[in-house]
């Protein structure tokens, strides 16, 4: 009888079956419930020890079913206009991330944003004569503005901001969740100038039942039917009415990037970055909560409760997501270095938090056993992310891991590991982890 070729898979694809069996398969030992003492100081260390090339100093602290950050799986660069070093995840629409360690600045250059595209982006665009619509049932005065109109009737701000794609952080859960399998990288807080968007909205008057704000974009669905939108979103109009919901036309002083909305894009920071439409033409004043493309269930919705990983969730049980949850990032170093142990390392990076602030960012070098504080900066302004920077000296040659976590100013803490599942694997905001190689 021939015998059968085993089937060939990845280590994220074994992982994401089943950790624990992953665990047992890999490194020949069983567990003990989540915990992997014991687990790794017989066979299991040493298989995984070889495998890493180096000895694990708290190997007694690693929890089970985790996949070591150095073997982090990496995808290939592939080239995008005004873009440099980014991920793409997918070629039709464009979505491309960017690695951890290439969003170190504290303002994130043009050529580092990533891009989430639902559609395709309009051609030939002339800034000049762009007209960006103001309508809905619950405008008084509906009209239109030309770039140059909105920059000479209102006032102009710059303000730092911070977007996030709802879905940053999708690819670890499990089972896996449909959609772009994003890393940490779908994140960036660069300067926007633009004029504020509830000096419109009072320009143009709202009626008194107006309740919500949809917009509509000039990019066209991938399926070339111009009568389909690609995606159409909005927020309440409590929250576009606040001084930081703006209508911008520059990114970091120059014409926004064509991925990321030239000439004209909304820009409702704190929230999934659906909400602030790009290629922006047309805004509507809502006397309910905007029905536009994507606004239902599953699209950028939640359970309202916790629900069992895989499950089936009805969209009468789902909630659409607003703020972000609190988050942090390591950006220094790049994951996966050498560093002579004897050297003090530096670590950097940042943290966010939805609509609120980050009060502490924590580091641990021990697999979260123990968390040492860093030295955090304000924010440049309401609903930019904030930067933080500390040190560690590790103790001895090995592996190590660095562990990020951060506290927003309501208490509230980022998990060790992924949190609740849900169906299109939205708001992970695990602690983020960065190989080191000890010498």
Same mark, same amino acid.
């Given at each position: 009888?021939?015998?059968?070729?085993? &089937?060939?898979?990845?280590?994220?694809?074994?992982?994401?079956?089943?950790?624990?069996?992953?665990?047992?398969?890999?490194?020949?030992?069983?567990?003990?419930?989540?915990?992997?003492?014991?687990?790794?100081?017989?066979?299991?260390?040493?298989?995984?020890?070889?495998?890493?090339?180096?000895?694990?100093?708290?190997?007694?602290?690693?929890?089970?079913?985790?996949?070591?950050?150095?073997?982090?799986?990496?995808?290939?660069?592939?080239?995008?206009?005004?873009? &440099?070093?980014?991920?793409?995840?997918? %070629?039709?629409?464009?979505?491309?991330?960017?690695?951890?360690?290439?969003?170190?600045?504290?303002?994130?250059?043009?050529?580092?944003?990533?891009?989430?595209?639902?559609?395709?982006?309009?051609?030939?665009?002339?800034?000049?004569? *762009?007209?960006?619509?103001?309508?809905?049932?619950?405008? #008084?005065?509906?009209?239109?503005?030309?770039?140059?109109?909105?920059?000479?009737?209102? &006032?102009?701000?710059? #303000?730092?901001?911070?977007?996030?794609?709802?879905?940053?952080?999708?690819?670890?859960?499990?089972?896996?969740?449909?959609?772009?399998?994003?890393?940490?990288?779908?994140?960036?807080?660069?300067?926007?100038?633009?004029?504020?968007?509830?000096?419109?909205?009072?320009?143009?008057?709202?009626?008194?039942?107006?309740?919500?704000?949809?917009?509509?974009?000039?990019?066209?669905?991938?399926?070339?039917?111009?009568?389909?939108?690609?995606?159409?979103?909005?927020?309440?109009?409590?929250?576009?009415?606040?001084?930081?919901?703006?209508?911008?036309?520059?990114?970091?002083?120059?014409?926004?990037?064509?991925?990321?909305?030239?000439?004209?894009?909304?820009?409702?920071?704190?929230?999934?970055?659906?909400?602030?439409?790009?290629?922006?033409?047309? #805004?509507?004043?809502?006397?309910?909560?905007?029905?536009? &493309?994507?606004?239902?269930?599953?699209?950028?919705?939640?359970?309202?409760?916790?629900?069992?990983?895989?499950?089936?969730?009805?969209?009468?049980?789902?909630?659409?997501?607003?703020?972000?949850?609190?988050?942090?990032?390591?950006?220094?170093?790049?994951?996966?270095?050498?560093?002579?142990?004897?050297?003090?390392?530096?670590?950097?990076?940042?943290?966010?938090?939805?609509?609120?602030?980050?009060?502490?960012?924590?580091?641990?070098?021990?697999?979260?056993?123990?968390?040492?504080?860093?030295?955090?900066?304000?924010?440049?302004?309401?609903?930019?992310?904030?930067?933080?920077? %500390? *040190?560690?000296?590790?103790?001895?040659?090995?592996?190590?891991?660095? *562990?990020?976590?951060?506290?927003?100013?309501?208490?509230?803490?980022?998990?060790?590991?992924?949190?609740?599942?849900?169906?299109?694997?939205?708001?992970?905001?695990?602690?983020?982890?960065?190989?080191?190689?000890?010498?």
């Amino acid at each position: 009888m021939k015998r059968q070729k085993p &089937e060939v898979t990845t280590l994220d694809a074994l992982y994401a079956d089943d950790p624990i069996a992953a665990d047992r398969l890999l490194w020949g030992r069983r567990t003990s419930g989540l915990s992997r003492r014991g687990f790794l100081r017989k066979s299991g260390l040493l298989s995984m020890s070889a495998a890493l090339g180096a000895a694990i100093p708290f190997a007694r602290f690693m929890p089970a079913g985790l996949i070591p950050a150095a073997f982090a799986a990496e995808s290939a660069e592939t080239e995008i206009e005004g873009k &440099e070093g980014l991920i793409v995840l997918n %070629t039709r629409p464009i979505n491309a991330e960017t690695p951890a360690h290439l969003l170190d600045d504290a303002i994130t250059p043009n050529h580092r944003m990533f891009v989430r595209n639902n559609g395709i982006p309009p051609e030939a665009v002339d800034p000049d004569t *762009w007209t960006l619509e103001i309508a809905g049932e619950s405008c #008084l005065r509906p009209q239109s503005f030309t770039i140059a109109d909105l920059r000479s009737r209102f &006032e102009e701000v710059t #303000l730092q901001l911070q977007l996030e794609c709802g879905g940053n952080g999708r690819s670890e859960f499990v089972p896996a969740a449909s959609g772009n399998q994003w890393t940490t990288g779908a994140i960036g807080c660069p300067m926007f100038t633009g004029v504020r968007l509830r000096d419109v909205l009072n320009y143009c008057g709202l009626a008194e039942d107006a309740v919500y704000l949809g917009y509509y974009g000039a990019d066209t669905h991938t399926s070339g039917d111009p009568d389909r939108d690609p995606i159409s979103r909005g927020v309440p109009i409590v929250k576009a009415m606040e001084r930081e919901s703006i209508i911008a036309w520059a990114m970091n002083g120059e014409d926004i990037p064509l991925q990321n909305g030239y000439p004209l894009r909304l820009i409702c920071a704190g929230w999934p970055g659906s909400v602030s439409g790009k290629w922006l033409n047309k #805004l509507v004043v809502r006397n309910q909560i905007h029905d536009g &493309e994507k606004m239902a269930a599953p699209s950028y919705t939640v359970p309202a409760e916790p629900v069992a990983p895989g499950s089936r969730v009805p969209p009468s049980q789902m909630r659409i997501i607003e703020s972000m949850p609190v988050k942090s990032l390591v950006t220094f170093p790049q994951s996966g270095i050498s560093h002579d142990f004897r050297q003090r390392l530096t670590v950097r990076g940042h943290a966010w938090a939805g609509d609120n602030q980050i009060s502490g960012v924590f580091i641990s070098i021990d697999f979260g056993a123990t968390w040492l504080p860093t030295a955090l900066n304000p924010a440049a302004n309401r609903l930019a992310w904030q930067n933080w920077e %500390t *040190w560690v000296q590790l103790p001895e040659p090995g592996y190590y891991e660095i *562990w990020a976590r951060a506290m927003d100013d309501r208490g509230r803490s980022q998990p060790m590991v992924v949190p609740g599942w849900n169906p299109r694997g939205y708001l992970n905001n695990a602690s983020h982890r960065v190989a080191v190689q000890a010498v």
